[in-house]
């Protein structure tokens, strides 16, 4: 049987195995769902939108296109929208457009639309003195506080016209920078007039969901700020970018290049990951941050919506295609994340993963791991059981305080996985070897011990005690008389069915009863009670064993004389003789280390034979010693005296059995003790022949086997009686044989 130790050393090593390499390793699978329980956490406490958030977002929405046209719309209605947000004071106008390609309304595009080259000379010719729809929009630029849009891309312009410096502190944050080969800018004259150019790009996980949004990138030897961190230096009136990185004053690093650590423009220091990336907090849609760009257009909307404000300018309508994925909403429109970018950098409502996160993580699970292991093999099964949820849920429920109080992003799924990977590698094992011991107690106990107690023992095998105890026993030896007689001129095969119909019913009868078979030794039978477990009123169970073994003879005898009859052949009965004694024993496995048994040792249990040998001086099938008979008092007894068996000093009390409780309160069973007791009186005070007449008549009036009892105590009697009362003569009696 496995030692449960090893079981959970095992255990430990494939649980180990099997759940912590994922903290070191971060496989894309883990930051996945990490993912979904830190998105979770923002739909239950999403971010509130305040109107008085700075931004704002003038859409191209539905209602602008029915009242203007399709888009691209003109540069001179573009134009025309920047100058009436001019009037209304906004601090910065930043474009979610790319005006990359020259206005196709334009009068010269028109012109150069045409198929018929001299229509497309006259037409030339009237157009000639119009204003270049571009040039205007290029010129309107110059007098407002906008920033373009631009795109990062795999193709397009090599070097990035930056508007705003870049300085730095501590080590040069390029390596740090997620990288693009080129940009996709807007026209060099609207680049030239405007205030700042910023970087539309997002960066979506695998799931196209932006949750990381990078403040600044680079492109080539170039550093391109993002569309709305360039939004908040213009709007500052800023002329400059500042990174602080790994080993900058007030950031040591102890000389490990770690990455960028924060970006400072104007008043607003902006805490970053490695990469200068942030982690918006979003809010649900709000209809409050965004405004028609229609009702801009025919100056319908009050100065203190813009005034003083970053508005963003971009497509709402959803058929223009804009549209991105949050943690909270599956549609967004691109430039609303914008927005939201600027509200949270603008009010601090952004969200960390600090680089000690992964590790802080890691040691939690390795934690968890320690506790939920020697907890599952040392603990009751619900103390375990009910450890596990409410570890997972004390996990999730710290990681959303943090996160709800402090921004924090701790990923509590790891650990909760550890946890619940361990509990079930380990209670997967505890159960196999469980059921590996019991199915080898099963084996060991399934053919000589009572269902009951296997059970119990299969329940639980660490209350066996293999190498050996001492135990009070009541002890069973039962022996078939005249053997050699019954068997002779059998063939080895009816002696083999003679066997088994014998031992099988005097077998059931045992284990019915809780009993333990130790062996079996030719037609002798050894058994006892209250080992492996303990047996509760084992005597009681023995002695109706002992009954139910008397009533089994009965039917045994009885099978067999139908049997001969039918065959024509003479039947002899059967008898047996059974002793049960109450007393301690060693019990354990004995043996040698090549092969050993469960079995019983010691002085009681050769009592238990010597009281079955002293069965067949009785002439009675059942004889048992007064610690029996004192343990089961209510059974009908038939006291024996005292005798000394061989090869012991001590005199025993011995007792036969007459019958079970509901016989010791019958008339008949009151009646026939009485004279019993008469009889035996008359022995104990010498008058030999007096209890020799009692004997007689006491074999004479029952029925069954009884009077061979008093045919042998008869026997005695008369032999006293003819030898005359001896000087010191005992009412003891010296059995000279087994």
């Given at each position: 049987?496995?030692?449960?130790?090893?079981?959970?050393?095992?255990?430990?090593?494939?649980?180990?195995?099997?759940?912590?390499?994922?903290?070191?390793?971060?496989?894309?699978?883990?930051?996945?769902?990490?993912?979904?329980?830190?998105?979770?956490?923002?739909?239950?406490?999403?971010?509130?939108?305040?109107?008085?958030?700075?931004?704002?977002?003038?859409?191209?929405?539905?209602?602008?296109?029915?009242?203007?046209?399709?888009?691209?719309?003109?540069?001179?209605?573009?134009?025309?929208?920047?100058?009436?947000?001019?009037?209304?004071?906004?601090?910065?106008?930043?474009?979610?457009?790319?005006?990359?390609?020259?206005?196709?309304?334009?009068?010269?595009?028109?012109?150069?639309?045409?198929?018929?080259?001299?229509?497309?000379?006259?037409?030339?010719?009237?157009?000639?003195?119009?204003?270049?729809?571009?040039?205007?929009?290029?010129?309107?630029?110059?007098?407002?506080?906008?920033?373009?849009?631009?795109?990062?891309?795999?193709?397009?312009?090599?070097?990035?016209?930056?508007?705003?410096?870049?300085?730095?502190?501590?080590?040069?944050?390029?390596?740090?920078?997620?990288?693009?080969?080129?940009?996709?800018?807007?026209?060099?004259?609207?680049?030239?007039?405007?205030?700042?150019?910023?970087?539309?790009?997002?960066?979506?996980?695998?799931?196209?969901?932006?949750?990381?949004?990078?403040?600044?990138?680079?492109?080539?030897?170039?550093?391109?700020?993002?569309?709305?961190?360039?939004?908040?230096?213009?709007?500052?009136?800023?002329?400059?970018?500042?990174?602080?990185?790994?080993?900058?004053?007030?950031?040591?690093?102890?000389?490990?290049?770690?990455?960028?650590?924060?970006?400072?423009?104007?008043?607003?220091?902006?805490?970053?990951?490695?990469?200068?990336?942030?982690?918006?907090?979003?809010?649900?849609?709000?209809?409050?941050?965004?405004?028609?760009?229609?009702?801009?257009?025919?100056?319908?909307?009050?100065?203190?919506?813009?005034?003083?404000?970053?508005?963003?300018?971009?497509?709402?309508?959803?058929?223009?295609?804009?549209?991105?994925?949050?943690?909270?909403?599956?549609v967004v429109p691109g430039v609303e994340v914008h927005a939201q970018i600027v509200e949270s950098l603008t009010t601090g409502a952004l969200l960390s993963r600090p680089d000690w996160a992964p590790g802080l993580e890691y040691v939690v699970a390795i934690i968890a791991f320690a506790l939920t292991m020697p907890l599952l093999f040392l603990a009751p099964q619900l103390v375990s059981a009910a450890f596990v949820p409410l570890a997972v849920a004390g996990l999730f429920a710290g990681s959303?305080?943090?996160?709800?109080?402090?921004?924090?992003?701790?990923?509590?799924?790891?650990?909760?996985?550890?946890?619940?990977?361990?509990?079930?590698?380990?209670?997967?094992?505890?159960?196999?070897?469980?059921?590996?011991?019991?199915?080898?107690?099963?084996?060991?106990?399934?053919?000589?011990?009572?269902?009951?107690?296997v059970d119990r023992i299969a329940e639980h095998p660490e209350r066996l005690v293999l190498g050996g105890e001492t135990r009070e026993l009541t002890v069973l030896f039962s022996d078939l008389r005249n053997f050699s007689g019954l068997s002779e001129g059998l063939s080895a095969r009816e002696l083999t069915q003679f066997m088994n119909d014998y031992l099988t019913p005097m077998t059931d009868a045992i284990l019915e009863r809780e009993g333990t078979v130790d062996k079996y030794m030719g037609?002798?039978?050894?058994?006892?009670?209250?080992?492996?477990?303990?047996?509760?009123?084992?005597?009681?169970?023995?002695?109706?064993?002992?009954?139910?073994?008397?009533?089994?003879?009965?039917?045994?005898?009885?099978?067999?004389?139908?049997?001969?009859?039918?065959?024509?052949?003479?039947?002899?009965?059967?008898?047996?003789?059974?002793?049960?004694?109450?007393?301690?024993?060693?019990?354990?496995?004995?043996?040698?280390?090549?092969?050993?048994?469960?079995?019983?040792?010691?002085?009681?249990?050769?009592?238990?034979?010597?009281?079955?040998?002293?069965?067949?001086?009785?002439?009675?099938?059942?004889?048992?010693?007064?610690?029996?008979?004192?343990?089961?008092?209510?059974?009908?007894?038939?006291?024996?005296?005292?005798?000394?068996?061989?090869?012991?000093?001590?005199?025993?009390?011995?007792?036969?059995?007459?019958?079970?409780?509901?016989?010791?309160?019958?008339?008949?069973?009151?009646?026939?003790?009485?004279?019993?007791?008469?009889?035996?009186?008359?022995?104990?005070?010498?008058?030999?022949?007096?209890?020799?007449?009692?004997?007689?008549?006491?074999?004479?009036?029952?029925?069954?086997?009884?009077?061979?009892?008093?045919?042998?105590?008869?026997?005695?009697?008369?032999?006293?009686?003819?030898?005359?009362?001896?000087?010191?003569?005992?009412?003891?009696?010296?059995?000279?044989?087994?």
């Amino acid at each position: 049987m496995f030692k449960r130790k090893w079981v959970f050393l095992f255990a430990t090593l494939l649980a180990a195995a099997l759940v912590l390499p994922w903290g070191a390793l971060q496989p894309r699978r883990l930051d996945d769902l990490r993912n979904l329980v830190f998105d979770e956490f923002q739909r239950l406490s999403p971010r509130r939108y305040d109107p008085e958030t700075p931004a704002r977002v003038v859409g191209i929405d539905e209602e602008s296109l029915k009242a203007y046209g399709q888009w691209p719309w003109p540069r001179t209605r573009i134009a025309e929208l920047v100058e009436r947000l001019r009037e209304l004071g906004p601090a910065v106008i930043a474009f979610d457009f790319i005006f990359a390609e020259p206005d196709r309304a334009s009068a010269r595009m028109l012109v150069e639309s045409l198929p018929d080259p001299k229509l497309r000379a006259d037409v030339s010719k009237l157009v000639a003195k119009a204003p270049d729809s571009d040039a205007v929009f290029a010129g309107v630029l110059r007098d407002a506080p906008v920033v373009l849009g631009a795109t990062l891309a795999a193709q397009g312009a090599k070097a990035y016209p930056a508007k705003a410096g870049i300085a730095s502190a501590g080590d040069e944050p390029a390596p740090f920078l997620y990288s693009f080969p080129a940009a996709l800018l807007p026209l060099p004259a609207l680049i030239e007039t405007a205030q700042g150019l910023g970087a539309t790009n997002w960066l979506p996980d695998r799931d196209m969901v932006v949750r990381r949004v990078p403040l600044l990138t680079r492109v080539g030897a170039s550093i391109a700020p993002s569309l709305a961190l360039e939004a908040l230096r213009v709007a500052q009136g800023e002329q400059s970018v500042v990174i602080r990185s790994s080993n900058a004053s007030g950031e040591t690093a102890y000389g490990a290049q770690t990455g960028v650590n924060a970006v400072k423009v104007g008043a607003f220091q902006i805490a970053t990951g490695p990469n200068a990336d942030v982690r918006p907090r979003y809010t649900f849609a709000a209809p409050a941050r965004n405004i028609s760009a229609k009702a801009i257009l025919e100056k319908r909307i009050p100065r203190s919506e813009v005034e003083g404000r970053i508005v963003f300018i971009g497509a709402l309508a959803v058929g223009l295609g804009d549209v991105r994925a949050t943690p909270l909403e599956p549609v967004v429109p691109g430039v609303e994340v914008h927005a939201q970018i600027v509200e949270s950098l603008t009010t601090g409502a952004l969200l960390s993963r600090p680089d000690w996160a992964p590790g802080l993580e890691y040691v939690v699970a390795i934690i968890a791991f320690a506790l939920t292991m020697p907890l599952l093999f040392l603990a009751p099964q619900l103390v375990s059981a009910a450890f596990v949820p409410l570890a997972v849920a004390g996990l999730f429920a710290g990681s959303f305080y943090l996160f709800e109080k402090r921004g924090l992003l701790l990923d509590p799924a790891y650990p909760s996985l550890v946890i619940v990977g361990a509990y079930i590698v380990g209670a997967v094992t505890l159960w196999r070897s469980e059921i590996m011991a019991r199915r080898q107690v099963r084996r060991a106990f399934g053919k000589f011990v009572a269902p009951a107690v296997v059970d119990r023992i299969a329940e639980h095998p660490e209350r066996l005690v293999l190498g050996g105890e001492t135990r009070e026993l009541t002890v069973l030896f039962s022996d078939l008389r005249n053997f050699s007689g019954l068997s002779e001129g059998l063939s080895a095969r009816e002696l083999t069915q003679f066997m088994n119909d014998y031992l099988t019913p005097m077998t059931d009868a045992i284990l019915e009863r809780e009993g333990t078979v130790d062996k079996y030794m030719g037609d002798a039978i050894l058994a006892f009670w209250n080992a492996p477990l303990d047996i509760a009123d084992h005597p009681r169970k023995a002695v109706h064993a002992a009954l139910g073994m008397r009533t089994a003879m009965q039917t045994f005898n009885a099978e067999r004389s139908k049997q001969a009859q039918a065959a024509g052949r003479p039947h002899t009965e059967a008898a047996m003789g059974l002793g049960l004694h109450l007393g301690p024993a060693s019990v354990g496995n004995m043996g040698s280390i090549r092969r050993f048994d469960y079995s019983i040792l010691g002085d009681n249990v050769n009592l238990a034979s010597r009281l079955e040998g002293a069965s067949k001086a009785f002439g009675t099938d059942i004889i048992v010693s007064r610690a029996i008979r004192d343990a089961v008092p209510d059974m009908a007894w038939l006291d024996l005296g005292r005798i000394v068996v061989v090869g012991r000093t001590e005199p025993t009390h011995v007792f036969a059995l007459a019958g079970d409780p509901d016989f010791a309160g019958t008339d008949t069973y009151v009646r026939w003790r009485t004279a019993h007791q008469e009889m035996l009186t008359d022995y104990e005070s010498g008058r030999f022949d007096g209890a020799a007449m009692r004997a007689e008549r006491l074999g004479q009036m029952l029925p069954g086997a009884w009077p061979a009892l008093y045919l042998a105590m008869g026997q005695r009697y008369s032999k006293l009686a003819r030898e005359g009362l001896q000087e010191g003569w005992s009412s003891i009696w010296n059995l000279q044989s087994k």
